[in-house]
C-alpha cells in the first residue's frame, strides 16, 4: 500500500460539509482483497484492539486495504478523543487506485493520523510490534497544543450557536468572526474593541489601583519597591502582613500572600523578581478570594477560588495526598480540563513549611494542607460557583473597575469575606484587574454551576439578529463564469456596496485589484472575506480549488451554474465524466444558506437536475419562457428570469419586471446567445440579494464589455474598418457560442487565431477546430507560450486534424508564437472583414491588439 497526494479540505467539499484529510491510496493486486492475506485482520486487530468493523453485519465484499487504512486513520483520532465519525473510500478509474477521505477536528492531528495509520498498517502486514499507547499519545498531545483553549472555544461555540462563522487566524487564539466589513476579532477573552491603552494599565496594577482608587472603588494600599529592603520598608510602612507580586504579572506567577516576617518577604521578592523587575508591596486583605467577570456594563459570572489544598486522613503523607488528589479526571497539565493538576514544587514546600510540615509529613485526619497561598486555576486551585450570591452593589463595583481601566471584558479580583453583602462593610477590596481572563473557572467550576459566558460576549460583539455574514454569490459552470463575476459585482457596486471580487484575472475589492492572476480558488476567496471594507463577494468557483481545498465559507446566500460542458478539464484528478463534473460543481448548491437561492440554467439539464440538491429555494433562467422547467417553476409562483419580446424578465408570482435588452449593451442588442444568458444569470444573483430594480438597471447600462473591464470575454474593436474581437474561449461549448455569437455579425471575410490548452483531451481540442471550420474562411494555428505537458507540435497536430472534414475553412497557416499569429491574421485584414482571436496570454495579448489598433 502507498499512501500520495495527501490534501487537507478545509471547508465544504465534495465528499461532504466536514473540513478532512484526502490521500490517494494505490494498492497491490493482493491488497485488493484483504481476505487473501492470511492473518493479516487478526494481527491488525491485535495491535489495535479498537478498530471499528470492517463492513456491514451481512455483507461479505471485498475489501481493499484502502478501506482498511481509511476505518484506521479515523479510529486513531477517535481513540484519541477527537470528536470526528465521516470517512470514505472510493475507488477511481485507475485500477487499485482509491480516494480516501476522513473527517479532522485539527488539521494537524487529521495528518498525523495519516501518517500513524500507514504505519499501523505496514506493521500488521510485516508482523512487526506497533506502540499503540504511545500514538495514541501523541494524537491527544498534538491535540490539546493545536485546538483553542476552553476561553476561546466556548466563545467559538457560542458564535457557532448565533450562525456566525469564524476562522483561526494563528495557531493560537486569535479568532475572526463573521466576514468583511461586518467581521469582530477576538485574542483568546480579548475583544478587538480592547485599547492597547486600556490592556497596559490593566498590566501595571499600581496604576490600576490609583485609578481605581480615585474612582471610588476599594483597594489595597501599596506600593512600587526597588529591592529587598525597600520592600521590608514598605511593608512596615502599610503595616504587616502584605503581599509581593510582579507589577505586572498573571496567573498568580510568583505572588506570595500573607507576608508577616522579613524572611518571608525575601523569598517573595525573590519569587517575584524572577518574572519581572518591578515588583509591588500592598496589604494583605484577609479572606475569601473572588473572581468576577464584567462583559461590556454587566457582571456575567463569579467565583470563588480555593487554593490548592489536601486533607490529612492520619495515614498519608502530603506527597501522597497530593498524587491522589491529581489522579481526579478532572486535573490536567494544560488548560483543557476543569482543573489543574497540583504543582509540587519549591512553592508549595515553602507554603507546607509555614504550616509546619514537610513533603513527607502525614497530616492529622480531617487537617486541611494548603500547597499555595494564591487560589490561580492554573496553578491547581479550585472554584466555586457564586453568581447567583453577588449583591448588587459588589456587581455595580466590578463593573465601575472594569468601566475605569477600559476593558471589553474583565477579570476583577476581589478578596473579602462574602459576596453577600457590599465590600466596604467587610473592609475587603479589588486587588487586580485583568484583560485577556481565564473563562475556566466560570465555564467548569469545581463546584456549583456553569455559566454561559462565551454566549455573553458574542452577545456584546453582535447586536440580537446579527450573524457578522455579508453576501456571498459563488459562481460556476463551464463558461460564462468570469463575465457573470464581474456583472454580479458591477450591480452589486452600482447599489452602493463595497464589493470584493475573485475570478481568473485577479482579486478586486471596491473596483480596484489587489492581486493578479488566476485567484478562482479558495485562498483569494478568504482574503476577500478576511477585508474589512468588502460589503458583498462574489466568488469565481473553479474546480481546481474545489478538488484542492473545497470552499473557504461555510454556506454562500447565492449559487450560480451558468452551464457544464464536456470540455472543461475532464480527465484530471479523476473527473473523466460530465456527469462527475456536475458532482463537483453542485458542491456549491448543497452549501447555499438556507434563506438563500441557487440560481440554475433550466436550459441545461445537468444544471437544472442540480435543483433537487438545493436546501433553498431556486431560481431558474433560460431564455425561452415556454421550457417546461420554467413554466413548472413559474406556474408555482416561484423565481424565474427569461427572454420575451426583446425583454429580460423577472417573474415571481404576481410579480414581473421588465428591462429592455436594448439598454443591456454587454448583449449588443440582444444578439450575443452567451452574454444574453450572462446577464439573467447576474440579474437572478442580484434580484437574490434583494437589490433594488433601479440599481440593477443601472447596472446594467454602465457595465460595457470591454478590455479593461472584462479581459478576455468578447472584447470587441475596430481594425481598418474590420470587426475584430479577442476572446479567452477555450473548449468546446464555448467555441460554439462564439461561433454562434460572430454568425450574427455581417463581414465579408471570417478568420479565426487559435490555439489549443494541453491538459485538454484529445477529442476536447479536435472538436474546437471541427466546429470552427465550418464558420470561417482563414484559421491560423498557433502553439502557446506554454504546452502543459504536450511535446511541440502535439496541440496544432491535434487542430489541424479537426479540420480535417471543413466545408468552409480555405486557408489554414501554423505560426509558433500568439503575438506572431495575431499580427498575421490583423496584417490581412480588409474592410468589412470579421476575425476572431481565442488568445492565451490574456493582459498580454489584449495590449498587444490594443497597440496595433491605436497604430492602425
Known amino acids: ?145 493545536v485546538r483553542l483553549g476552553p476561553s476561546t472555544g466556548s466563545i467559538v461555540n457560542a458564535a457557532l450557536a448565533r450562525n456566525i462563522p469564524f476562522r483561526r487566524l494563528t495557531d493560537g487564539s486569535l479568532v475572526t468572526f463573521g466576514w468583511g466589513s461586518r467581521q469582530r476579532k477576538i485574542q483568546a477573552a480579548e475583544m478587538d474593541g480592547t485599547s492597547a491603552i486600556a490592556e497596559a494599565i490593566a498590566q501595571d496594577k499600581e496604576l490600576t489601583k490609583k485609578l481605581l482608587h480615585a474612582a471610588g472603588v476599594p483597594v489595597p494600599l501599596g ?54 523587575d518591578d515588583i509591588l508591596v500592598e496589604r494583605f486583605l484577609p479572606g475569601n478570594d473572588f473572581r468576577l467577570l464584567v462583559v461590556g456594563n454587566k457582571l456575567v459570572a463569579a467565583a470563588r477560588r480555593d487554593p490548592p489544598q489536601v486533607v490529612g486522613d492520619g495515614k498519608k503523607t502530603v506527597r501522597e ?16 480540563t476543569s482543573l489543574t493538576k497540583i504543582r509540587f514544587d519549591d512553592i508549595a514546600l515553602a507554603s507546607l513549611a509555614k504550616q509546619g510540615f514537610v513533603a513527607d509529613s502525614i497530616p492529622p485526619k480531617g487537617q486541611r494542607v494548603v500547597l499555595r497561598n494564591n487560589a490561580n486555576l492554573s496553578t491547581g486551585g479550585a472554584a466555586t460557583d457564586v453568581t447567583d450570591d453577588v449583591h448588587p452593589e459588589v456587581a455595580a463595583r466590578a463593573v465601575a473597575a472594569a468601566q475605569m481601566v477600559g476593558l471589553d471584558i474583565c477579570g476583577v479580583d476581589l478578596v473579602c469575606d462574602s459576596v453577600l453583602k457590599p465590600i466596604e462593610e467587610q473592609n475587603g477590596g479589588i486587588v487586580e484587574v485583568n484583560a485577556a481572563p481565564g473563562l475556566r473557572m466560570h465555564l467548569s467550576p469545581s463546584f456549583g454551576k456553569g455559566r454561559q459566558v462565551g454566549e455573553a460576549i458574542i452577545s456584546s460583539m453582535f447586536e440580537e439578529g446579527e450573524d457578522g455574514r455579508i453576501p456571498i454569490i459563488a459562481v460556476t459552470g463551464t463558461n460564462g463564469k468570469t463575465t457573470t463575476v464581474r456583472l454580479i459585482a458591477h450591480l452589486l457596486t452600482a447599489s452602493g456596496l463595497r464589493t470584493g471580487m475573485t475570478n481568473t484575472d485577479g482579486v478586486y475589492v471596491a473596483g480596484r485589484q ?108 433560460a431564455a425561452d419562457n415556454q421550457h417546461p422547467i420554467m413554466a413548472t417553476h413559474r406556474a408555482q409562483g416561484k423565481r424565474v428570469v427569461f427572454i420575451e419580446d426583446g425583454h429580460l424578465i423577472a417573474a415571481e408570482g404576481k410579480f414581473r419586471h421588465s428591462i429592455p435588452l436594448t439598454e443591456i449593451p454587454i448583449t449588443r442588442n440582444g444578439s450575443i446567445g452567451f452574454q444574453v444568458e450572462n446577464v439573467m444569470a447576474s440579474v437572478a444573483a442580484a434580484w437574490a440579494i434583494n437589490i433594488a430594480w433601479d440599481h440593477i438597471s443601472v447596472g446594467l447600462k454602465t457595465f460595457a464589455n470591454e478590455a479593461d473591464n472584462a479581459p478576455g470575454r468578447f472584447n470587441v474593436f475596430n481594425f ?37 490548452a494541453g491538459d485538454r483531451r484529445d477529442q476536447d481540442i479536435r472538436q474546437q477546430t471541427e466546429i470552427l471550420g465550418e464558420s470561417f474562411d482563414d484559421v491560423v494555428l498557433y502553439q502557446d507560450q506554454c504546452q502543459r505537458g504536450r511535446a511541440d507540435g502535439e496541440v496544432i497536430a491535434l487542430l489541424r486534424e479537426g479540420l480535417g472534414n471543413a466545408s468552409k475553412t480555405s486557408r489554414v497557416d501554423e505560426i509558433t508564437g500568439e503575438f506572431i499569429a495575431i499580427d498575421l491574421a490583423m496584417d490581412r485584414l480588409q474592410a468589412g472583414d470579421l476575425c476572431l482571436i481565442l488568445i492565451d496570454q490574456v493582459e498580454e495579448a489584449l495590449a498587444h491588439i490594443a497597440r496595433r489598433v491605436a497604430e492602425g
Not at 477521505?101 to 504505519?119: Q, T, W
Not at 502582613?241 to 496567573?251: A, F, I, L, S
Not at 495526598?321 to 483543557?336: A, I, T, W
Not at 474590420?722 to 455569437?741: E, F, K, Q, S
Open 1 to 145: 500500500m502507498e499512501v500520495s497526494r495527501i490534501r487537507a479540505l478545509r471547508g465544504p467539499n465534495l465528499w461532504s460539509h466536514h473540513t478532512a484529510v484526502e490521500a490517494i491510496v494505490a494498492c497491490t493486486n493482493e491488497e485488493l482483497s484483504i481476505a487473501g492475506l492470511d492473518g493479516f485482520e487478526d494481527r491488525l486487530r491485535a495491535l489495535f484492539p479498537e478498530l471499528s468493523v470492517l463492513q456491514p453485519t451481512g455483507h461479505d465484499d471485498a475489501i481493499p486495504m484502502a478501506h482498511v487504512f481509511e476505518l484506521t486513520v479515523l479510529g486513531l483520532q477517535a481513540e484519541a478523543g477527537c470528536p470526528v465519525t465521516f470517512s470514505r473510500t472510493t475507488q477511481t478509474v485507475e485500477a487499485g487506485i482509491f480516494q480516501v477521505v476522513v473527517e479532522y477536528s485539527e488539521e494537524a492531528v487529521g495528518r498525523l493520523a495519516v501518517e500513524l495509520a500507514d504505519k499501523l498498517i505496514n506493521a500488521a502486514l510485516k508482523s512487526q510490534t506497533f506502540d499503540l499507547a504511545a500514538a495514541l499519545e501523541q494524537l491527544r498531545e498534538l491535540d490539546e497544543d
Open 720 to 756: 481598418r474598418g474590420a470587426t475584430l474581437i479577442a476572446d479567452y474561449g477555450h473548449n468546446p461549448d464555448a467555441i460554439l457560442a462564439l461561433v454562434r455569437a460572430v454568425e450574427t455579425m455581417p463581414a465579408k471575410r471570417r478568420s479565426v487565431v487559435i490555439s489549443g
Open 321 to 336: 495526598l497530593v498524587d491522589q488528589v491529581n489522579k481526579d479526571p478532572r486535573r490536567g497539565s494544560g488548560h483543557s
Open 223 to 276: 506600593r512600587s519597591v526597588y529591592d529587598a529592603d525597600d520592600a521590608w520598608k514598605a511593608a512596615l510602612e502599610i503595616g504587616l502582613p502584605v503581599v509581593v507580586k510582579p507589577k505586572d504579572g498573571n496567573q498568580g506567577k510568583g505572588v506570595t500572600v500573607n507576608v508577616t516576617t522579613r524572611e518571608q518577604l525575601d523569598a517573595g521578592f525573590i519569587a517575584a523578581s524572577e518574572f519581572r
Open 514 to 621: 489587489i492581486d493578479s492572476g488566476d485567484c478562482s480558488g479558495p485562498r483569494s476567496a478568504r482574503n476577500v472575506l478576511s477585508h474589512p471594507d468588502v460589503d458583498a463577494a462574489v466568488f469565481e468557483t473553479a474546480r481546481g480549488g474545489v478538488l484542492r481545498e473545497g470552499l473557504a465559507y461555510d454556506r454562500c446566500q447565492v449559487a450560480v451554474v451558468t452551464n457544464i460542458g464536456s470540455g472543461d478539464h475532464l480527465g484530471l484528478n479523476y473527473i473523466t465524466t460530465v456527469e462527475d463534473l456536475a458532482v463537483l460543481k453542485r458542491v456549491i448548491v448543497q452549501n447555499v444558506a438556507d434563506n438563500g437561492y441557487a440560481v440554475l440554467n433550466a436550459a441545461d439539464p445537468i444544471v437544472a437536475a442540480m435543483a433537487s440538491n438545493c436546501p433553498s429555494a431556486v431560481i431558474f433562467f
